[in-house]
C-alpha cells in the first residue's frame, strides 16, 4: 500500500494506520463542529455552510496540488464555473493560509509528529523514529486523510435524527424498536493510494452517534484525542491514560456512571500502601493489584504509599475526567466529594525537594560516569572510557541551568540556536515531549563549560546522523516510559554511591533547587532574571502580560555565574 512513500520511509503498516487515524479523528471533529454550529449558533445557517464548503475544498487543494496557499487562474475559474461566488473564491483562499500555514508551521509539524507516533504505536506496535523524508510522507499522508474525511463527510444526515425517530416508533407502537447503529465501518483498502496517485483513496463514511461511551478507557481516549486542549500537556494525558488503568485494576469499575465516593475512597486507600516505586518499572502496568500490594510488604514505611501531592493529583485527574464527561452528558453522581479525599501535605512546597550544596555537586561528578569508567556497560567501576550519552549530558545540562529533567534530556538536536550571537537551547513542545507550562517555553544560554566538554560537538554529530533526539537512546519504547526513566538507576545509583548513601534523598530535581537558591544569592541577579531561567510565571498581570523577555546578552551573563561542577 502507498509504494510512493514506503520506500525506506514508512511501511505499508505505517501508513496505514496513520491514515487510518487522521481519517477519523478528523471525521469526529467534523461531528462535534457541526454539532455545536446546529446547538449553539454563532452566524448564519449560509456561513456555516460556506465555512465547510471552504474547509472540504482547502484541504482536496492542499492535498492534490501541495502546501500552496493561493489558487491559480485557472483555479477561480473552474470554482466560478462550478456556481460558487467571488465571496466563496475569498472564504477559500482564507481556508488556504490558515491550513497551510498550521500544517507547515512548527507547533503543526510537532503535534503531527506526536499524533503519528502514538497511533503508529498502538496500531502496530513500532516507534516512529521520523527523518525528513518521513515527516513529508506523514504531512503527505494527513492532507490525504484529511481532504477524504471531508468529502465523505458532506451530505450526512445528523444520525441523532435516525436515533429520535426509532424511540418516536417504539411511543407510537408501544413496542420495543431496535435503535440499532447506523454507522458504517471506517474502510481502507490494502490498494488505497494517495491522492493524485492511480487510484483514488476509498473510504465509507463513519456516521457517528450522538450519544458518547461511559467507559472509562475510552472516555480518556476521547479527552487525550482532544489535542487543541492546551492546558493539557502530554504528561497529563500519560498520567490520565496510567490512571484510567490503575483505577479499572483496583476496583473493577469500567463506567464512568458507577464511580461512587467509596470507589474513590478505596482507590486512594491503593495508592497509599503502592511502593513508592510505583510506574518505575514497565512490569508494573502488567502486574495484578495483590501483586503490586504484596511488593510493598516487605520494604521499610518511608518506601510504602505514594506522596500526598502525586495522590492529590489523582484526583484533580478525577475532576478532570468528570467534567469532561459531563461536557458529553454522561451522568455523574451527585455524591461524590473529591475534596473530602484530598491528603494534607506534609512540608511546605520549598521543604519537598532538597537542594544540592556546591560541594555535594562536585563530589558527584567525581564519580567515573564523568570522569571515566570501565566500560559502556561498568559505569560505576573505575577505568579510562567517558561515554558522552543521556546520562552523561544530562545532569551537567541541568546543574548550569536549573532546568527539569525531561526538559534537557528530551531535547532535539533542532532545538539547540544561536540568538544574538549566543549557543542557547530552546525548551519547548517537540514531538518527543511538551513543556509543563506555558511560561516553561524559554531560551537557555549553554554554559561556557559545557561547550568546552563539547557538547556543541554532540548536537552536530547528532544532526549527521540524522537523529530525532539530541540522546535518542533515551526515547521511551512503550507509553509508561519517559525520557528520565532510562538513566534513573546509574544516576540513583551515582548519587547513593557518591554521597555517602545519599541520605538527603537527592534527585535530578534537586539541580533546580540548587540554581535557583545560588542565584539568588546573588544581588546582582533580578528576580525576573531567574524566572525567565527556568520558565517559572511572573509574579503578577504586569509581569505575565506586559513585561519582555530577558535578552540573551543578560541571559547569558546569568548562566556565568553558576559555578563549574568539575
Known amino acids: 500500500m502507498l509504494d510512493a512513500i514506503t520506500d525506506g520511509k514508512l511501511t505499508p503498516a505505517q501508513a496505514k494506520a496513520w491514515l487510518t ?15 455545536i454550529s446546529r446547538m449553539d449558533p454563532v452566524g448564519s445557517c449560509e456561513e456555516d455552510q460556506r465555512l465547510d464548503w471552504a474547509t472540504a475544498r482547502a484541504w482536496s487543494h492542499l492535498a492534490s496540488k501541495g502546501l500552496h496557499a493561493e489558487l491559480s487562474d485557472h483555479d477561480r ?20 493560509g490558515v491550513l497551510s500555514r498550521d500544517v507547515l508551521s512548527e507547533a ?14 498502538t496500531a502496530t506496535g513500532e516507534t516512529l523514529n521520523p527523518a525528513t523524508e518521513t515527516i513529508l510522507s506523514l504531512r503527505q499522508l494527513l492532507l490525504a486523510g484529511k ?13 441523532s435524527l435516525e436515533q429520535a425517530r426509532a424511540l418516536a416508533r417504539e411511543i407510537l407502537d408501544s413496542a420495543p424498536a431496535e435503535i440499532s447503529d447506523t454507522r458504517e465501518p471506517l474502510h481502507i483498502s490494502e490498494e488505497a493510494t494517495l491522492i493524485g496517485a492511480p487510484a483514488p483513496i476509498r473510504i465509507s463514511a463513519q456516521r457517528p452517534e450522538f450519544s458518547f461511551d461511559p467507559d472509562i478507557v475510552a472516555l480518556v481516549e476521547r479527552i487525550n484525542a482532544e489535542r487543541d486542549r492546551d492546558h493539557i500537556k502530554e504528561d497529563t494525558r500519560k498520567q490520565l491514560a496510567s490512571q484510567a488503568r490503575l483505577f479499572i485494576k483496583a476496583t473493577g469499575i469500567t463506567d464512568v456512571r458507577e464511580i461512587t465516593q467509596g470507589h474513590l475512597k478505596f482507590y486512594k486507600s491503593v495508592l497509599q500502601r503502592l511502593p513508592t516505586s510505583y510506574g518505575k518499572s514497565p512490569k508494573d502496568a502488567e502486574r495484578t493489584i495483590d501483586e503490586l500490594l504484596a511488593r510493598a510488604e ?19 485527574r478525577f475532576k478532570l475526567i468528570f467534567q469532561f464527561a459531563k461536557s458529553e452528558s454522561i451522568t455523574i453522581s451527585d455524591s461524590i466529594e473529591l475534596g473530602l479525599l484530598r491528603v494534607r501535605e506534609e512540608k511546605r512546597n520549598r521543604d519537598k525537594r532538597e537542594a544540592f550544596t556546591l560541594p555535594e555537586l562536585q563530589q558527584v561528578f567525581r564519580h567515573p560516569i564523568w570522569t571515566g569508567c570501565r566500560s559502556t556497560s561498568r559505569r560505576h567501576e573505575r577505568g579510562n572510557i567517558v561515554k558522552a550519552d543521556g546520562l552523561y549530558w544530562g545532569p551537567i545540562l541541568a546543574g548550569y541551568s536549573g532546568a527539569r529533567r525531561e526538559e534537557v ?18 525548551i519547548r513542545d517537540n514531538m518527543h515531549r511538551g513543556v ?52 534513573y538507576y546509574n544516576w540513583a545509583k551515582a548519587l547513593v554511591l557518591q554521597l555517602d548513601g545519599n541520605p538527603r534523598e537527592l534527585c535530578f530535581h534537586s539541580f533546580r533547587h540548587y540554581a535557583i537558591a545560588h542565584l539568588k544569592e ?40 553558576l559555578p563549574r561542577l568539575f
Not at 487515524?21 to 454539532?35: A, C, K, T, W
Not at 503543526?108 to 504505536?121: E, P
Open 298 to 316: 516487605d520494604l521499610p514505611e518511608k518506601k510504602v504509599g505514594l506522596s500526598p501531592r502525586t495522590i492529590n493529583g489523582h484526583l484533580d
Open 522 to 561: 546573588l544581588p546582582e541577579v533580578s528576580e525576573k532574571q531567574r524566572r525567565d531561567l527556568v520558565g517559572h510565571s511572573g509574579g503578577d498581570v504586569h509581569d505575565e502580560q506586559y513585561d519582555v523577555a530577558t535578552s540573551m546578552t543578560v541571559m547569558s551573563g546569568v548562566v556565568a555565574k
Open 77 to 96: 475559474r473552474t470554482v466560478l464555473n462550478e456556481g460558487s461566488n467571488e465571496a466563496d473564491i475569498a472564504s477559500l483562499e482564507t481556508m488556504l
Open 21 to 35: 487515524s487522521v481519517v477519523r479523528s478528523e471525521l469526529d471533529r467534523i461531528e462535534r463542529q457541526r454539532m
Open 436 to 487: 509543563k507550562t506555558f511560561s516553561s517555553e524559554r531560551l537557555v544560554p549553554i554554559h561556557e563549560h559545557l561547550m568546552e566538554l563539547g557538547f556543541l560537538r554532540h548536537v552536530e554529530e547528532m544532526r549527521q546522523r540524522g537523529a530525532s533526539a539530541l540522546f535518542p537512546e533515551l526515547i521511551a519504547t512503550n507509553e509508561s516510559q519517559s525520557f528520565g526513566d532510562k538513566i
Open 108 to 121: 503543526g509539524v510537532n503535534k503531527m509528529l506526536r499524533a503519528a507516533r502514538d497511533s503508529i504505536q
Open 147 to 159: 481532504a477524504a474525511a471531508w468529502s465523505a463527510s458532506e451530505g450526512q444526515e445528523d444520525p
Open 409 to 426: 534530556l528530551g531535547l532535539e538536536p533542532r532545538d539547540v540556536v544561536s540568538v544574538d550571537g549566543i549557543p542557547c537551547y530552546h
